[in-house]
């Protein structure tokens, strides 16, 4: 730290240092030498280093204004020259503890003149040092990428050069890469390094205390350390660009050393370097991204011809595919159309369980082409798409899995027809697979020929009447393979309360409910009166 190497220039013990070890990083004009009241009036700088004699602080006048710059982050050191003693029981050392102030007593034998010139002598040094030493480094990075070792290496010479862990995302804070092969002891590290993205309710806490507007404005390195986040290691954030498009953040842990402004300026060149990264792999990605997304397009809609044909598109992209295909698409109770910004925490989801998956758009929906080598390859990410989709009120249909290419589009339909039928029935739930809605599927086919029971008909008219609620009571039963204590748990009521209305039931259908084909004839009529 600069003031450790102030204090040695100066010949000084290290009790002189009576608060804080602050970071002082500052400009040439920035050293204000300050011997009167008028001299700290003129103070106009953001983090000014005063030079001055004790008794300058005795005054009332003095002590306010000073407070002032304090409180305004306009003075982040102050040296006192002068007799030291009993220097804790003064204002000057009360307001730096009360605004973290390094608080630095020089003695009576050092004149304000004469260390003012000491600082500025070892600034100047230290500054060019510091310029020599980050072109080195700039110069190591530049090579570096021209060895196209991709950006994991560059991730790893990044923490080398800034002495602490380095971590990379994407725009959706998908991991890209961090450095530190060791434990790092800070819980969102651990998140994210752990999981492979950063946590929502952390992305939510950024978006909800503005973080990411305030990088896009200042578009310059920021320290995360306000709101909730002040509970955490001190981190600095900058954002990767390409152009105006935002491609991810990069992040500096204060881990091992303190973060210094020089650091600030590295890490905004390393992620210029690491754009030009993400850049190259784009201008591979999106061509064949293109292609991919065509091929997805023609796969769902049944465009392609043959399976032969199918498989030679599946290899010209390298696409490994697993044995068996399910599609799963993302949509609304509406049936409107969703917004993409759905898309990437979905491809996310369903990559980190199920890599060899494919995700696109259509129409009103996002469509995910799961793939893998077990037919029941959902029961993994099915929980996590499940909350996703309960988070955004959204809700899933699912057709089912197939063994060919060629059979994708018999999915993709399927499950275009269990977020339909499910929203016709106003089926509760997020989830809902088309094996469980095959019947009423059917039952819309062929309802337009089909006469629902009259024996159905009056118990419908007699609910209608009377306020019961037999219909329901018989749905559940039948639902239940007449099984009367199932029936009985599911309604909330008495075995007994269940006899009665059976009996009653019977009586208004004027049948025997032993009768099996009756029964199917009524359980298909329940099922088409939810659909009409």
Not at 193 to 219: M, T
Not at 327 to 347: F, H, K, M, T
């Amino acid at each position: 730290m600069l003031l450790n190497h102030i204090i040695n220039d100066l010949s000084l013990p290290r009790e002189s240092i009576i608060l804080g070890e602050a970071v002082l990083e500052f400009e040439l004009n920035q050293v204000c030498l300050v011997v009167t009241y008028e001299d700290l009036t003129k103070i106009d700088l953001s983090h000014a280093l005063i030079v001055s004699p004790i008794d300058l602080f005795d005054s009332d006048l003095v002590l306010d204004y000073f407070e002032s710059l304090a409180k305004d982050g306009k003075v982040d050191s102050l040296f006192l020259t002068g007799p030291d003693k009993e220097i804790k029981t003064t204002k000057i050392y009360e307001l730096c503890s009360k605004y973290n102030l390094t608080l630095c007593c020089l003695g009576e034998d050092i004149s304000p003149i004469f260390a003012v010139n000491k600082i500025m002598k070892f600034y100047k040094e230290h500054m060019r040092q510091m310029e020599e030493n980050i072109q080195n480094q700039y110069l190591e990075l530049v090579h570096l990428s021209t060895l196209d070792f991709g950006i994991p290496r560059m991730i790893k010479k990044a923490a080398e050069i800034l002495g602490n862990p380095v971590v990379v995302t994407d725009e959706s804070y998908d991991l890209v890469g961090y450095s530190s092969a060791g434990e790092v002891n800070d819980p969102i590290w651990k998140a994210i390094v752990e999981s492979g993205y950063c946590p929502i309710d952390i992305v939510k806490i950024l978006r909800h205390e503005g973080f990411e507007k305030q990088l896009e404005i200042e578009a310059s390195p920021l320290f995360l350390t306000k709101g909730q986040f002040s509970k955490y290691i001190r981190r600095l954030v900058t954002e990767i660009r390409i152009g105006e498009q935002l491609k991810g953040y990069i992040a500096l842990l204060e881990y091992e050393k303190t973060i210094t402004p020089v650091d600030q300026e590295i890490l905004k060149f390393v992620s210029s370097i690491i754009a030009l990264e993400f850049a190259k792999s784009d201008a591979i990605s999106k061509a064949r991204g293109h292609l991919g997304q065509e091929l997805l397009g023609d796969l769902v809609k049944g465009n392609i011809g043959s399976e032969a044909i199918a498989k030679n598109r599946v290899k010209s992209l390298d696409w490994i595919l697993g044995e068996y295909f399910q599609v799963v698409l993302i949509g609304n109770r509406e049936n409107r159309p969703i917004g993409g910004e759905y898309y990437d925490s979905a491809q996310s989801i369903i990559l980190r369980h199920l890599p060899a998956s494919k995700i696109g758009f259509s129409t009103n929906y996002i469509v995910i082409l799961a793939t893998g080598n077990s037919q029941d390859m959902l029961k993994g990410v099915l929980p996590a798409l499940k909350n996703f989709c309960i988070l955004h009120y959204l809700c899933l249909g699912i057709g089912r899995s197939y063994k060919t290419l060629t059979e994708i589009s018999l999915s993709f339909k399927e499950a275009q027809k269990a977020l339909l039928l499910a929203s016709s029935i106003e089926r509760p739930g997020v989830v809902h697979y088309y094996e469980d809605l095959a019947v009423y599927d059917l039952l819309v086919n062929v309802r337009s020929d089909y006469r629902v029971h009259p024996g159905l008909q009056k118990l419908v008219e007699y609910d209608k009447n009377n306020d019961t609620d037999y219909v329901k009571t018989l749905s559940t039963y039948l639902r239940n393979y007449k099984n009367l204590s199932r029936t009985a748990d599911d309604l909330f009521l008495h075995r007994n309360t269940v006899l009665y209305r059976l009996r009653k039931i019977e009586e208004i259908l004027q049948a025997n409910l032993d009768n099996h084909s009756l029964c199917l004839q009524l359980q298909l009529g329940i099922l088409l009166l939810d659909i009409t």
